[in-house]
């Protein structure tokens, strides 16, 4: 919500960055590129690389780099008036997958017990369905939300940092858990804001087909 708010801030001063960079590289690009780092951030804290205690801040770089990717493939679409149905459809799916492979991750490196991670994974998805679906029916979801996409990605990469910092892995338990209550007042936050939109919708269409 907060992020949100201050990534479209920014975002608009960066438009000529927008502009310069659309001429190397194309906004569906960019969105598979943030991907892959994310996909890659997920496989090297799953420990398939073997790097140890190296695993965490290497992956740590991964996902701020792809989280950077993520914001500049909507920044190149705008700037060079190159947005469509399948470039945000891509987005949006893309942001899935780098969810589920840094949480899986953790999972499969035996940095966080399988309840908190499925719980994380499972809120994650539901919090990006209610949005998807009640916005399908009309509702707007925008802003709604303590955990949107950014803060998900802010606190994971807040969450990592400290562990490298400290490196207590029980940082990294109770930080998914807090990812776990956050992710679940979200839940319940856009539940009950498209609830009250879709109602007074359905209201509306009631007025008018009396008239």
């Given at each position: 919500?907060?992020?949100?708010?201050?990534?479209?801030?920014?975002?608009?001063?960066?438009?000529?960055?927008?502009?310069?960079?659309?001429?190397?590289?194309?906004?569906?690009?960019?969105?598979?590129?943030?991907?892959?780092?994310?996909?890659?951030?997920?496989?090297?804290?799953?420990?398939?690389?073997?790097?140890?205690?190296?695993?965490?801040?290497?992956?740590?770089?991964?996902?701020?780099?792809?989280?950077?990717?993520?914001?500049?493939?909507?920044?190149?679409?705008?700037?060079?008036?190159?947005?469509?149905?399948?470039?945000?459809?891509?987005?949006?799916?893309?942001?899935?997958?780098?969810?589920?492979?840094?949480?899986?991750?953790?999972?499969?490196?035996?940095?966080?017990?399988?309840?908190?991670?499925?719980?994380?994974?499972a809120l994650s998805m539901l919090?990006?369905?209610?949005?998807?679906?009640?916005?399908?029916?009309?509702?707007?979801?925008?802003?709604?939300?303590?955990?949107?996409?950014?803060?998900?990605?802010?606190?994971?990469?807040?969450?990592?940092?400290?562990?490298?910092?400290?490196?207590?892995?029980?940082?990294?338990?109770?930080?998914?858990?807090?990812?776990?209550?956050?992710?679940?007042?979200?839940?319940?936050?856009?539940?009950?804001?498209?609830?009250?939109?879709?109602?007074?919708?359905?209201?509306?269409?009631?007025?008018?087909?009396?008239?």
């Amino acid at each position: 919500m907060v992020l949100s708010a201050l990534k479209r801030a920014v975002t608009r001063k960066l438009e000529r960055v927008g502009a310069t960079l659309g001429k190397v590289a194309s906004p569906n690009a960019l969105t598979l590129s943030a991907m892959m780092l994310g996909l890659l951030a997920g496989v090297v804290l799953a420990g398939v690389f073997e790097l140890g205690e190296n695993s965490v801040p290497l992956a740590l770089v991964l996902i701020i780099l792809s989280g950077l990717m993520d914001m500049l493939d909507g920044l190149v679409a705008r700037a060079t008036q190159r947005t469509s149905r399948v470039g945000a459809f891509l987005d949006s799916t893309c942001d899935r997958v780098v969810d589920a492979a840094v949480l899986i991750g953790l999972g499969v490196g035996g940095y966080v017990g399988w309840v908190p991670v499925s719980l994380a994974l499972a809120l994650s998805m539901l919090t990006s369905y209610v949005k998807s679906r009640a916005e399908t029916l009309g509702a707007d979801l925008s802003g709604v939300g303590v955990l949107e996409r950014p803060e998900r990605i802010l606190l994971i990469v807040a969450i990592l940092f400290a562990y490298c910092i400290f490196g207590s892995r029980l940082i990294l338990e109770y930080g998914i858990w807090l990812f776990v209550v956050l992710a679940a007042i979200t839940v319940v936050q856009r539940t009950l804001s498209a609830v009250t939109q879709l109602r007074c919708l359905d209201s509306k269409l009631e007025d008018s087909e009396r008239r």
